[in-house]
């Protein structure tokens, strides 16, 4: 019985964050941003050239979450970025569901500069 409760406690756990969500791309980090691009931000029609951001469904939006965290996890420098500013400005709240989080903004604020120069 002890396990069943702790059994339906992680997965209660899992389902709230987006590591529940998998990314269904194995290595390439450039289609994984582009999935997190594409669910995150759309054309500004106002604005050519520009983006705005979207609110994307729940699922759509942890599989877009979880790819941007592999491919950061993977070294991917415009993912690292984008980790770093929704970490250190909590831009993703509205978007994600994503605080502000100081820890992790400094987290990704040192992978980029070990991984990544300013033209990447």
């Known amino acids: 019985m002890k ?3 702790i059994i339906l406690l992680a997965g209660s756990l ?3 964050s987006s590591i529940a969500a998998e990314c269904p791309v194995e290595s390439d980090t450039e289609h994984m941003y582009s999935i997190f ?3 995150a931000y759309k054309p ?3 604005e050519p ?3 705005i951001y979207q609110i994307p469904d729940k699922t759509k939006g942890n599989i877009a979450w979880a790819c ?3 491919a950061a996890s993977l070294n ?3 993912a690292i970025r984008s980790m770093e500013m929704y970490y250190k400005h909590g831009v993703g709240l509205k978007t994600f569901g994503i605080a502000a989080n100081p820890k992790k903004a400094e987290f990704y604020a040192n992978k980029r500069i070990k991984y ?3 033209n990447t």
Do not use: D, Q
């Open 3 to 5: 396990l069943w409760s």
């Open 68 to 70: 941007l965290e592999k």
């Open 14 to 16: 899992l389902s709230n």
């Open 44 to 46: 500004n029609p106002e």
């Open 49 to 51: 050239g520009t983006y």
């Open 76 to 78: 991917s420098c415009p």
């Open 116 to 118: 990544c120069n300013n």
């Open 37 to 39: 691009f594409r669910t």
